[in-house]
């Protein structure tokens, strides 16, 4: 198991787990304060923004170019944006650290 630390849009942080090789969307989306995923990972409309604390950054892939200008349209993007659906959960994930962006 991979355990997640999730802050809410409310500021509460909580734990969650995950699979290897499971998308990070797919493991945010089961909670009524998840996200809402509305494309079901198609990197198509994201719903499912996070922040991903900065040193977990470099454990993921750099942004793909759709996943890169979907996100640049949005009011609360940042540096350290990125869409849970194209996160890929890996052992060396265990900890990770996020935050569920505000809702656009």
């Known amino acids: 198991m991979i355990s997640i630390n999730v802050t809410d849009r409310e500021g509460q942080t909580h734990t969650v787990e995950g699979q290897p090789n499971d998308k990070l969307m797919e493991v945010l989306r089961e909670f009524d304060w998840g996200v809402a995923a509305i494309c079901g990972g198609m990197c198509s409309c994201a719903t499912c923004h996070i922040f991903v604390e900065d040193e977990w950054l470099e454990t993921f892939p750099q942004r793909e170019m759709d996943e890169e200008e979907l996100l640049e349209f949005l009011d609360h ?11 890929e959960l890996r052992e060396k994930h265990d900890g990770l650290k996020v935050t569920l962006a505000p809702e656009e």
């Open 77 to 87: 993007f940042k540096p350290n944006s990125r869409l849970s659906c194209q996160l």
